[in-house]
């Protein structure tokens, strides 16, 4: 499939060894040859230091090494949950820089910029901002607008927003053999040939609309003048119970659809309010907004990944596909359950063939291709290289 | 569509408006207006100056934004759809552009973008106005004044901005503008002015604030809607401004002010209320919006809530009451008849019925209550606050109303409504449950004869449990071979011999014991298994006659045959085959049909009659005097034999009125040349009435009671010999 001047490998381990499990991923992806990046994804319950010193012993001094904690890791042999995926390319006609940028008291919107500085210097025909980025506090959208004001609509934005434990509290990114918290990672990638990006989801409207009629950032109090908790307890048959019985577990999310022109743009409501009747969503919800409650069964979230794949194929004009990195949502992952996790990498597989992948569950997607917008939830964005 | 406009705005207006200098709102402004569009670029035009590019990266296109090229081209993007908009009443105030690769900018978008151009615009002046004033040293106390005006417009617009974002309704918020505008404004009055629909489009207002005046503007409202920008005229003391309010590029209307002092005093005061009259856009626009989001919740024909909004509303109103003061009733209301309007009118009749059916409906029920539509001919009511008594009266109501004649393609129409009603007793009921009730209840009333009124009890539940159960038994007899025929003869009254048999089901179900076709025959229709039921009987009956016939070459037979079956396209060629197969002679057999079945479908039946009547079938209405028994049908179709209802003959002593009508009856077939046959004659003075009154044929006990197959050649035989008054069980 590949070249002899360019190529892209992938790796996967579920050792629990931290060490052992890098230098496993790494040699699977690097297989003896010289990387011009390694994308590293890994579970905030490794050793990160250990972990990345393996993957730099396989890498070799010269090769960036980039990557973000998961909630999961997507592999052609499977998706894991506490281990590490490992991507690498290398070759000629690939130009790789990197920034990192702390958020810190700057904010998302500077990191943002900041990172986006790592596109400095790249002139390939095609290119691509990958940001693996802190999204835990403040707006995250800000991170993609901060990106966004430095290169503006010339260059697609891709990524996802680092997973990080139960406690919520801290995500990790990577750059070079260390581990920073609270930061934003831009690795600009160059390419001779055609880069394509897909994103999809699955989740279709619920009928009918609701008006979110009181709400303040991402907390919703009233929908439709109703206490919001009530009409989300009452929609899924759960009229009377409380909160903790709707968001029980990442699998019985609820999802609302924002009308966008191409489609939904979908919020996760992960927590209610028993005492004010309030939902939370992950960003910000617009009151007045007009919503539906987005619903997707088993089989759709599926056909989700396999159109993903396909549309960032098609993004390659027709040119024979090198590999592709995966950014996929955490809450699809709750939602598929185990064996639909494996389920879905069955069917990214059969979208791409032979084409080797890797890529980690996320707290929240970055993908932008068109317009300004680029934050999803729920989505699966892939990116394929030729 | 995007129903997205509406709240849009107020997050523009919020992030513009806070903006302490031009650069901030610049930039907060081009940024808002790319992702609400979902634009890639914006960019604002400022005195022959490019300001805030947004998404452009490096290479800002300058030259292109500042001729305002349609089709934007830009380095390593490509052509751009753009969208200019001025910041004031023309371009030279400066213009916010947005560009987009995808497709060009649709009316609704640029109408968006209006809006969010001209608070721009006022946003920058306001801003520039307080730097002036702060740039020329003036004392501080005009400086606050000016930031105070600055700030209450601000606040203002915002309000309005709520309101509308909220979803208040329309009257509502045009009366926030007005006011807004009339207290901002310093204005003796403003008012709104609305063209109306047609060709005169006669304006009319809307809403007014301040002093109510005899004179109303209408022609500075005309020119400024005409010229699509503000006016300004001087009277002897005072002056009058009028801003044009538009929809989608289509003028709609102006907002007029009439404010105190001269001309001069008021140049400012343009542009704000220019600012308030975009805001009666924005309201008129999103109302328009969610008129379509109307749409999708209602049903067209009628314009009632259609099932789901109701069960929606159903459920709030439960959610919400106090179950002991505020018992909450469901009506369910279903029509009779109407399928066969629908059927013999056209379907555009039968909307224009369920149209007017759900006037009259409403105008059963009180403004507060909900009429839905749950589809076809069915129809619910939510009655809030109303105990059963309540209820069941507006359900009577309900059902006078649709018995009166509608007047439809130039005919009177007449059709009834059932109505099941059900009460909520119980906080946790769910309204699909109590809906589901007064379905049950319904279903109750239609069964009890058309026209009644039926409150839910919960015996009715296990009535229909009992239903369905019964409809599954159903199902499986046929196979099991639990049916079963009997056969009762028709008598010739003059001479007591047996002309012919008609066959009678019956069911012995092992579970139930013997079940009375009035019980299941219904049950077999709805479910369309009397279609194969009735193939069997056919059958069955057919070969047993033909058996008879060896013996009694002149006998006949009487099957009766469900309005389903005859709809059925291969109904004629079913009975040629049943007979065929029996080796039994068309001429032999008689379908009999209620007069409501060839009243509901009367075209197909005529057709599926033609043919049977071609081959030779016989055809006999039964039941006849009970329904319609119009003259036209008897006349229009091939009839051969008419059966008189038991009702007519049923009293011991028949009167002179039953006389008369059944002498009528009698005579009628005699005119058409029609076998007169009387059901029901259970005496002899019944038998002998009907002879003096030469009906020619008789059915019933005192001549014959229906016996099964076995037990009927002697009758048979002792009949062929002519014994006047043969019986074989009397």
């Known amino acids: 499939m590949q070249t002899p001047h360019r190529w892209f490998g992938a790796g996967h381990s579920i050792a629990a060894d931290s060490a052992k499990a890098g230098a496993e991923a790494a040699a699977s992806a690097v297989g003896g040859r010289t990387p011009a990046v390694v994308f590293v994804f890994a579970s905030h319950q490794h050793d990160l230091p250990a972990l990345l010193m393996a993957v730099r012993d396989e890498a070799g001094p010269n090769a960036l090494v980039v990557g973000a904690s998961t909630l999961g890791e997507l592999a052609y042999d499977g998706a894991s949950a506490g281990g590490v995926s490992v991507a690498a390319l290398g070759g000629e006609g690939f130009t790789v820089r990197a920034k990192v940028a702390h958020i810190g008291d700057a904010g998302h919107r500077r990191a943002g910029a900041e990172a986006a500085e790592a596109m400095a210097g790249v002139t390939s025909p095609h290119s691509v901002l990958i940001l693996l980025a802190d999204g835990l506090s403040g707006d995250p959208h800000e991170v993609v607008r901060g990106a966004y004001s430095v290169l503006g609509a010339v260059v697609p934005l891709v990524g996802g927003f680092a997973g990080g434990g139960s406690d919520k509290s801290r995500t990790f990114q990577f750059i070079g053999d260390t581990v920073y918290t609270d930061a934003v990672v831009g690795v600009a990638l160059g390419s001779d040939a055609p880069i394509g990006i897909g994103v999809a989801h699955g989740w279709h409207r619920v009928e009918p609309p609701m008006i979110i009629t009181s709400s303040r950032g991402g907390r919703i109090f009233e929908l439709d003048d109703e206490p919001a908790l009530d009409v989300l307890l009452r929609r899924n048959d759960l009229a009377g119970q409380r909160a903790a019985d709707l968001f029980h577990g990442v699998d019985a999310l609820q999802a609302l659809g924002l009308s966008r022109r191409n489609g939904e743009d979908i919020r996760v409501i992960h927590d209610g309010d028993d005492v004010d009747r309030s939902i939370l969503g992950m960003s910000d919800v617009p009151q007045g907004a007009l919503c539906w409650l987005m619903e997707a069964d088993h089989d759709a979230l599926i056909r989700g990944a396999t159109d993903s794949c396909r549309e960032a194929l098609d993004g390659l004009g027709g040119k024979v596909p090198l590999g592709v990195l995966a950014f996929d949502c955490g809450a699809r992952r709750g939602r598929l359950g185990p064996d639909g996790m494996q389920e879905e990498m069955a069917a990214m597989r059969s979208a791409l063939g032979s084409t080797p992948y890797a890529g980690f569950y996320t707290a929240g997607e970055i993908a932008r291709v068109r317009g300004a917008l680029g934050t999803h939830h729920l989505t699966l964005v892939t990116l394929a290289l030729a | 569509m995007s129903h997205s406009s509406s709240h849009q705005p107020t997050e523009f207006f919020s992030v513009v408006n806070a903006a302490a200098d031009e650069e901030t709102a610049v930039a907060a402004a081009v940024e808002r207006a790319a992702e609400m569009v979902e634009a890639e670029v914006a960019a604002v035009v400022l005195a022959d100056q490019v300001r805030g590019a947004w998404g452009f990266g490096t290479e800002v296109p300058s030259a292109g934004l500042l001729r305002a090229d349609k089709r934007l081209g830009v380095p390593a993007l490509g052509a751009l759809h753009t969208c200019y908009t001025a910041l004031g009443e023309d371009k030279k105030h400066g213009a916010l552009m947005v560009g987009r690769l995808s497709a060009e900018f649709s009316p609704e978008e640029r109408h968006m973008l209006q809006g969010m151009a001209q608070v721009l615009g006022l946003a920058l002046r306001g801003i520039r106005v307080l730097s002036d004033e702060r740039n020329l040293r003036a004392d501080s106390e005009r400086v606050a004044q000016v930031a105070q005006t600055k700030q209450m417009l601000v606040e203002t617009l915002l309000r309005i901005q709520r309101t509308i974002s909220n979803r208040r309704p329309l009257p509502e918020i045009l009366d926030a503008v007005t006011s807004g505008a009339a207290a901002l404004l310093g204005a003796d009055s403003v008012a709104l002015m609305l063209a109306e629909e047609g060709r005169a489009r006669r304006l009319t207002v809307a809403s007014t604030a301040g002093t109510p005046e005899a004179s109303t503007h209408d022609g500075d409202a005309r020119e400024a809607m005409a010229g699509g920008q503000v006016v300004i005229r001087a009277l002897a003391r005072d002056a009058v401004i009028a801003a044009p309010v538009q929809v989608t590029g289509e003028m709609t209307g102006s907002l007029v002010a009439r404010l105190p002092g001269p001309v001069e005093r008021h140049a400012e005061h343009r542009e704000q209320l220019a600012a308030f009259a975009q805001q009666v856009s924005v309201a008129l626009t999103d109302a328009r919006t969610a008129e379509a989001a109307h749409e999708a919740h209602h049903d067209p024909v009628t314009g009632l809530p259609n099932r789901g909004l109701f069960l929606k509303i159903f459920n709030r109103v439960l959610a919400s009451r106090d179950v002991a003061t505020d018992p909450t009733s469901v009506l369910f209301v279903d029509l009779d008849r109407f399928k066969a309007v629908n059927d013999s009118l056209g379907h555009e009749a039968g909307d224009q019925l369920l149209a007017a059916v759900a006037g009259r409906i409403r105008g059963c029920v009180r403004a507060s209550d909900t009429t839905a539509r749950l589809g076809g001919d069915e129809f619910a009511v939510l009655l809030h606050d109303s105990p059963m008594d309540a209820a069941t009266g507006v359900a009577e109501r309900i059902v006078q109303a649709v018995k009166d004649p509608f007047r439809l393609a130039g005919r009177d129409i007449f059709i009834g409504a059932s109505v099941g009603v059900a009460i909520s007793r119980e906080t946790a009921e769910h309204s699909d449950v109590l809906l589901n009730n007064a379905d049950v209840a319904m279903y109750r009333a239609k069964k009890e ?221 005699q005119i058409l040349g029609l076998r007169v046959v009387a059901e029901g004659i259970e005496n002899a003075a019944q038998l002998e009435a009907l002879r003096s009154l030469s009906c020619a044929c008789g059915q019933g006990y005192h001549l014959c009671r229906p016996a099964d197959a076995a037990d009927l050649p002697p009758f048979l035989e002792r009949a062929s010999l002519r014994h006047p008054n043969a019986s074989l069980m009397a």
Do not use: C
């Not at chain 2, 058996?547 to 396209?569: A, C, H, K, M, Y």
């Not at chain 2, 197909?604 to 039964?622: E, F, P």
């Not at chain 2, 006849?624 to 119009?630: H, K, L, M, Q």
């Not at chain 2, 008189?644 to 011991?652: L, S, T």
């Open chain 2, 449 to 669: 004869g058309p026209g009644k009124v039926i409150v839910y009890e919960p015996y009715m539940h296990t009535e229909a449990l009992n239903y369905l159960s019964l409809r599954g038994d159903l199902q499986k007899a046929l196979d099991a071979g639990e049916f079963a025929l009997q056969y009762q003869p028709l008598i010739r009254l003059a001479t007591g011999e047996v002309t012919g048999v008609e066959a009678l089901i019956r069911w012995h179900s092992p579970g139930r014991g013997l079940v009375s076709p009035v019980d299941f025959i219904p049950i077999a229709e709805e479910s369309g298994l009397i279609v194969e039921i009735g193939q069997w009987v056919l059958e069955t009956a057919a070969a047993q006659v033909a058996t008879w016939r060896r013996t009694f070459p002149d006998l006949t037979l009487n099957v009766n045959v469900s309005g389903l079956q005859l709809v059925n396209p291969r109904f004629a060629d079913d009975v040629m085959r049943a007979l065929a197969l029996a080796g039994l002679p068309s001429s032999a057999v008689t379908l009999e049909l209620t007069e409501s079945v060839l009243m509901s479908e009367p075209d197909l039946a005529r057709s599926s009659l033609a043919a049977l009547r071609t081959l030779g079938v016989q055809l006999s209405i039964d039941d006849f005097g009970t329904g319609y028994s119009s003259l036209a049908y008897l006349r229009e179709l091939p009839v051969d034999e008419l059966k008189i209802d038991r009702a007519f003959i049923a009293r011991a002593e028949l009167t002179a009125e039953d006389l008369a009508l059944v002498r009528t009856i009698v005579q009628l077939g």
